[in-house]
């Protein structure tokens, strides 16, 4: 097997910062969506210097080290719209599987957050970070649920995983990191204004979503992204019961209300968007509003999206919508490749139209529209000549792999996170040999065992087994 970083002979100084991944099928998605049988890809910095035939270009660059990709995949870096970086890491398949969803929130999610120091949460950050870029995930928007924002970024930063982060935001009568008003915009203010546009880590407003925010808060916080040219998110009707409360509070569906607080817009990306009404999805259309989409929490939470989901149907009419894999204990694997698989294949079953949405579309999701969705397509999602080096090897060799077919076929229905190999994030290699070279994976593993104990205790959560686990040792 021929693995690794190979740096060519006549490579010196002047070109340390040029690689070439050479010899793979390049999986562009340019909008001809060329895939380059054998091609290449060349890295200078921290952006893509050039993408076609690996003769030309290993003859235009002969200085340039060289990443040998022959028998493998290359795509663009994946982009998961939705994960909780902090809270469920720490305790990923603790949270009783048979609960009702208001129970694992606020009996357990929103408890062991509020029990997360500064440590945790750059801990927490680091386990996610690791887990999403060893799949391949080079992009991920923090889903709104962070006491200490800096310290993430900073987990974020050294991993290598590009990204956004906010702080928590809500202003309800009680619970951890409440505010006033003021007080919860003045945070995103502050998150925004330290992680500016245009960095590997930028800030964006926000807000935890459902109904736990006061009209002004919704309404402050889409006018601060506006002002602040950032974009915004919050979650909204995974379930049925956001619609309950906002129709008994405010007599209009989400939505509809948040349309009527001027909310809405291209800046704001909504997580989850599975209980929406006719006029809620031509509200999202008409104002280029983006929904992230986390098909494997609403299976696992059993919130419905079989039944009354219509992500597939806001993608055809011109919708925007990324993909993502939301938190440890809803949806789980960080891996966006297995989401675009089930994506399609909810789209195709509930609607029993196997001649609609399929894996080239899925895979788009998971890239170049994805990127769209949260408003980087000008940066990532493609490997296009320009844009920042976010690139994922598959080691295409694998008896899953063997023999080859159509490659989004086999990238969609076929493989998962498994078959990265390396993943370059702004040029910078995180993952090398399907190993993370950023930071010491198994010390990470030690201190978030560590970790969970002690955050279980001060939480005072005993994590119950439905098989009785017997001391054997
Ligand atoms: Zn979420």
């Known amino acids: ?23 793979g099928d390049v999986v562009t998605m340019d909008s ?77 999610a929103v408890p062991i957050h509020a ?33 200490y924002p800096d310290r993430v970024a900073a987990a974020m930063v050294a991993v290598g995983i590009r990204g956004t982060v906010g702080a928590w935001g809500w202003d309800i009568e009680e619970g951890p990191f409440v505010g006033s008003t003021e007080e919860v915009l003045d945070r995103q203010r502050a998150v925004v204004e330290a992680h500016p546009a245009g960095g590997l880590v930028e800030g964006w407003v926000t807000l935890v979503g459902h109904d736990l925010a006061s009209d002004e808060l919704l309404a402050g916080a889409s006018e601060l992204a506006r002002k602040l040219g950032t974009s915004m998110t919050m979650h909204i009707s995974p379930t049925s019961s956001d619609p309950a409360q906002y129709l008994a509070r405010t007599g209009r569906r989400p939505v509809v209300h948040l349309d009527r607080l001027g909310v809405l817009g291209a800046h704001l990306l909504l997580a989850h968007g599975v209980w929406l009404d006719d006029e809620e999805i031509d509200l999202i259309l008409s104002t280029s509003t983006a929904i992230a989409y986390c098909p494997w929490a609403y299976l696992r939470l059993g919130q419905g999206v079989t039944r009354v989901g219509r992500h597939a149907e806001i993608v055809e009419r011109g919708g925007r919508v990324a993909l993502g894999c939301d938190a440890s204990n809803a949806g789980d694997l960080a891996d966006i490749l297995r989401t675009a698989a089930l994506a399609a294949g909810i789209a195709r079953d509930t609607r029993l139209a196997p001649q609609r949405f399929g894996a080239h579309q899925a895979f788009e999701l998971a890239t170049i529209a994805g990127a769209e969705a949260i408003g980087m397509a000008d940066r990532i999602g493609s490997l296009e000549v320009g844009k920042q080096a976010d690139i994922v090897v598959h080691d295409a060799t694998g008896d899953n792999w063997t023999p080859r077919g159509d490659v989004a076929m086999q990238l969609v229905w076929g493989t998962d996170g498994r078959s990265v190999r ?42 119950p087994h439905v098989w009785p686990h017997v001391d054997a040792r």
């Open 1 to 23: 097997m021929h693995y690794g970083l190979t740096i060519s002979p006549t490579a010196d100084a002047t070109s340390s910062d040029t690689t070439i991944i050479a010899g």
């Open 32 to 108: 001809s969506r060329r895939v380059l049988v054998g091609g290449s890809v060349v890295v200078a910095g921290d952006v893509i210097a050039a993408v076609g035939s690996t003769a030309e270009l290993r003859a235009a660059y002969p200085q340039a080290a060289v990443v040998d990709a022959t028998d493998c995949v290359v795509t663009p870096g994946m982009v998961d719209a939705h994960q909780h970086l902090t809270g469920d890491p720490l305790v990923r398949s603790c949270i009783p599987d048979l609960i009702a969803s208001g129970e694992s929130i606020f009996q357990w």
């Open 115 to 147: 029990q997360h120091t500064a440590d945790d949460d750059q801990v927490s950050a680091t386990l996610a970070a690791v887990e999403c870029v060893r799949n391949g995930v080079t992009t991920v928007v923090e889903a709104g649920t962070v006491a």
């Open 422 to 463: 390396d993943v370059f994030v702004a040029g910078r290699t995180v993952i090398r040999d399907g190993r993370c070279v950023t930071v010491d994976v198994g010390e990470l593993r030690l201190e978030a065992q560590a970790r969970q104990r002690s955050l279980l205790d001060r939480a005072g959560i005993t994590v």
